[in-house]
């Protein structure tokens, strides 16, 4: 089937913008920033929207959306920051972080063109033309003036239909994984209750003191100096790069990692973490956990996130990473963490953070169950991976008119 080939420019509408520091009211609005959009669920994370009076308003807040506006960010375009905007947010505004594709609905489907914007056509396009070596991204022009399939409308609909349906199957998997993360949080809650409470009278420490008795041995993240690799340092085959984007369900996402060879274990002073070390991102995306398995034996640390080695005779990594996934140590972590104008909270910030260490054979106790849940949770990512793929395929499939 030969479909016609057009610019995305050519099918939207123009997008209103305005200069929130600039009002005279005091009304608030809700502000949709970069770290809004949920990259790998491809929507608005509620929890990451703001409401701001314009005196706080941020220089980047200048778009106003409309449901069904498309977002596509502009920066880091390998990451693939797109989603639609739900009605809830009808009048919000956007950061000019983002493209705002508002279809023209005489001409393109919106949920046509959010799936395209999804496409390995779309997103290699887009890297390819990104320019920077250290934060790379593309300008709204180069977004609109890249090709998209255009079919008749009718068709353009069926086609959306038919991806929302499986698109619907990858999202009940990833549901699944995320009722598994939160029935451990909830066997940790059962186990050694509320830490904030800690009704059993565990020794509760700062991170910092944990350090000085032992327990753990050593905190660190990526290098901060000029030596940070660069995009074209990255290389195919080597050792991942963990930034706070790659990791997620507990896991470091060695398929969305990029990769540095051995010299840049000479070159970077720091940041070199090993298998059973836990790591918490702490730029960004703060609070994401893992415990790192043995797929390598180093990993080199962005300066977004952190390990931590311990001292596994007294305290075990796999009851650490519990402890920093339940809600008591979340809610702190990211209180802590919002202070800053940008998500964060260092490694000093870190250690003033508080401990709960219960006895070791109670940590085992947790580790068993965890263990075996663990299991569960790789078929369940497995199945999630596998549908992906499907989806991936079929949509391919869909925009080359195979369908």
């Known amino acids: 089937m030969s479909w016609a080939s057009v610019s995305i420019g050519d099918c939207v509408e123009?997008?209103?913008?305005?200069?929130?520091?600039?009002?005279?009211?005091?009304?608030?609005?809700?502000?949709?920033?970069?770290?809004?959009?949920?990259?790998d669920k491809k929507e608005v994370d509620r929890s990451s929207v703001s409401s701001?009076?314009?005196?706080?308003?941020?220089?980047?807040?200048?778009?106003?959306?409309?449901?069904?506006?498309?977002?596509?960010?502009?920066?880091?375009?390998?990451?693939?920051?797109?989603?639609?905007?739900?009605e809830e947010y009808e009048g919000a505004t956007a950061s000019t972080g983002y493209c705002v594709l508002r279809p023209d609905h005489n001409l393109l489907d919106g949920k046509y063109l959010y799936y395209w914007v999804q496409t390995g056509a779309f997103v290699t396009d887009m890297m390819e033309k990104a320019t920077g070596a250290n934060y790379p991204a593309v300008s709204d022009k180069v977004i609109k003036e890249s090709k998209?399939?255009?079919?008749?409308?009718?068709?353009?609909?069926?086609?959306?239909?038919?991806?929302?349906?499986?698109d619907a199957i990858r999202r009940k998997r990833q549901q699944a994984i995320q009722l598994a993360d939160e029935f451990l949080r909830a066997v940790f809650l059962d186990?050694?209750?509320?830490?904030?409470?800690?009704?059993?009278?565990?020794?509760?420490?700062?991170?910092?003191?944990?350090?000085?008795?032992?327990?753990?041995?050593?905190?660190?993240?990526?290098?901060?100096?000029?030596?940070?690799?660069?995009?074209?340092?990255?290389v195919d085959e080597g050792y991942p790069f963990v930034a706070a984007n790659v990791v997620r369900n507990g896991k470091?996402?060695?398929?969305?990692?990029?990769?540095?060879?051995?010299?840049?274990?000479?070159?970077l002073r720091i940041g070199f973490a090993k298998p059973k070390d836990v790591l918490i991102s702490h730029k960004g995306s703060l609070g994401f956990t893992a415990v790192?398995?043995?797929?390598?034996?180093?990993?080199?640390?962005?300066?977004?996130?952190?390990?931590?080695?311990?001292?596994?005779?007294?305290?075990?990594p796999i009851y650490l990473k519990g402890y920093f996934d339940s809600d008591y140590f979340q809610n702190l972590f990211k209180k802590e963490g919002v202070q800053s104008t940008r998500a964060y909270i260092g490694i000093t910030r870190q250690k003033e953070l508080p401990?709960?260490?219960?006895?070791?054979?109670?940590?085992?106790?947790?580790?068993?169950?965890?263990?075996?849940?663990?299991?569960?949770?790789?078929?369940?990512?497995?199945?999630?991976?596998?549908?992906?793929?499907?989806?991936?395929?079929?949509?391919?499939?869909?925009?080359?008119g195979g369908l």
Not at 60 to 73: I, N, P, T
Not at 195 to 219: C, F, M, S
Not at 360 to 371: I, L, T
Request: overall charge negative; aromatic content about 10%; charged content about 25%.
């Open 14 to 39: 123009k997008i209103a913008s305005w200069n929130p520091s600039r009002s005279a009211g005091d009304t608030p609005f809700l502000y949709i920033d970069l770290s809004s959009v949920d990259k």
């Open 52 to 86: 701001l009076l314009p005196s706080e308003a941020p220089s980047r807040a200048r778009q106003l959306v409309k449901s069904g506006d498309v977002l596509v960010a502009t920066v880091r375009p390998n990451l693939n920051g797109v989603a639609l905007v739900p």
């Open 148 to 166: 998209i399939p255009l079919e008749i409308f009718e068709e353009q609909k069926r086609i959306a239909t038919i991806l929302d349906k499986a």
């Open 191 to 234: 186990m050694f209750g509320d830490p904030g409470r800690n009704k059993a009278n565990w020794p509760t420490i700062k991170i910092g003191q944990a350090i000085e008795l032992g327990y753990i041995l050593e905190v660190q993240d990526g290098n901060h100096g000029n030596d940070h690799p660069k995009v074209a340092d990255f």
């Open 252 to 267: 470091v996402l060695f398929d969305k990692c990029y990769y540095l060879d051995e010299s840049w274990i000479r070159k």
């Open 292 to 316: 790192l398995d043995d797929t390598f034996d180093t990993y080199i640390f962005s300066p977004q996130t952190t390990y931590y080695r311990v001292d596994r005779s007294r305290l075990d």
């Open 355 to 400: 401990i709960l260490i219960p006895p070791v054979e109670s940590q085992q106790r947790f580790v068993e169950v965890a263990s075996r849940y663990a299991h569960h949770i790789e078929r369940l990512g497995l199945e999630r991976d596998a549908i992906s793929e499907l989806f991936f395929s079929l949509s391919k499939k869909a925009f080359s």
